[in-house]
């Protein structure tokens, strides 16, 4: 694979991904409050 | 059902139904073909924009029009700016149940080529012969169009809280821990590198193409579950101080992330067992041809594939069943909006669907003209609903629905602009591109045919007879779902 598609990859990744797990922990947060 | 038991119980309760509502079978078996046709990584820079620009704005207002009205797609519109334009939201409601009605086939077919995995195998034909063995047959598909719709209802019979909030919280983490499965088995293949090439290199040309754009469009918008009435339905049970904007990008980032693992999973697959050539063909068989036919025969070259293969019809069949126990309930709550108790309902719309999906399921035409015509409806219920916002004022709508005061992340501006602005451009466009389709490229020679499967003719053939039904019976409608004075 290309230096564009791992970078592409890394970034498409991290964002979906990073951001689901990120609101995920952000509900279990506010889900103790 | 009791009052009680008329709402969400939790946040986690929330979320994860609504993440089953979106996650269906459009994520694991259309994505990664259509990914993959259309420049990978490029296809993805769009596939990302049109999540906040269609279906985080309208999972926003669903969620709004259904807490606010207390009424899902049959009365919501309707409450919320006057009876005469109730046949907006109704229309959004009845396009979804007329998906509904052809999905708990596809759903059966999903559960029967599980068990045919697990019971040892598919009776020694090839894949193409036990596909067109079962989609011919009269009654196999009907059966399990049945059990399908048997085990949705009995869900939904069951309310809220012990019927779908459970049944979600069981379904949706074990679909994901079945897909980081199937992505992690995938990924260590041989050459599944040559997998990850085709779903993430961009080719950069590709961003100047209409069709990657409007093809990342349909399948946000269709993925999502965006403009489908399920979230509105969703939304009358939320608790008047539950807040729903940071569930809204949870589901849409959710629904993203299990079409990446899938993407993953079914791409490194492909092209760690075919050449080249082949995996291309396999690609562009459709999402039929590539579930069912291509990737068990795919499965069985690869160690420990009859396992992996069961697993991965297991997640196909706990996808699609999460979102057909949503489309139940939005099917129920029309019901029960009109006037109907729910025990009456549940049973009503199991007869109507099972009835009206026969069809779908004995003839796989029918089906792909269902999937066709109301697939594309949806287009139509997104742009009703971002009508129905604008004639409220998509400020004010903004304001006093969304930004309520237990909104600890309220919606910017830019939701306004994209209600207001980008989503009727975005109807226009993907219309006008689906239409040119229609008529250069499906079917040339009969596009004007309400008969033929994939003609222009059929599109508006049986929508423009739908809201011709719902405009005469508007003035009844409106008045049993207590819709407000004129509008």
Known sequence: ?33 | MSERNDQFSTRWGILLAAIGMAVGTGNIWRFPRVAAANGGGSFLIAWLVFMFAWSVPLVLSEFALGKHTRRGPAGAVGHLIGGRYNWLGAFVGLCTCFIMFYYSVVTGWCIKYFFATVSGGFGGVDQQTYWENLTTSNYQPVLFHFLALVIGCFIISRGVVKGIERTNRFLIPILFVLLVVAAIRAVTLPNAISGLAFLFTPEWNQLLSHKVWLEALSQSAWSVGAAWGLVMTYGVYLKKKDAFVRTSYTVAFGDYSASLLAGIAIMCTVYAVLPQAQAELALQSGNEGLTFIWLPQLFQQIPAGQLFLALFFLALSFAAMSSLIAMIEMATRIGVDLGMTREKAVPLVGVTAFVLGLPSAWKLGFFQNQDWVWGLGLIVSGLFISLAVIKYGAGRFRDELINTEDERHPAGRWYVFVIKYVIPIEFLALMIWWFYQAVAVYDPEGWWNPFHTLSLGTTLGQWLLLIAVLVLLNRWWAARVGAKEGG
């Open chain 1, 1 to 33: 694979m290309s230096a564009s598609g791992w970078i592409m990859m890394t970034v498409v990744l991290v964002l979906v991904w990073g951001g689901f797990v990120y609101l995920l922990l952000e509900t279990a947060k506010h889900d103790r409050d």
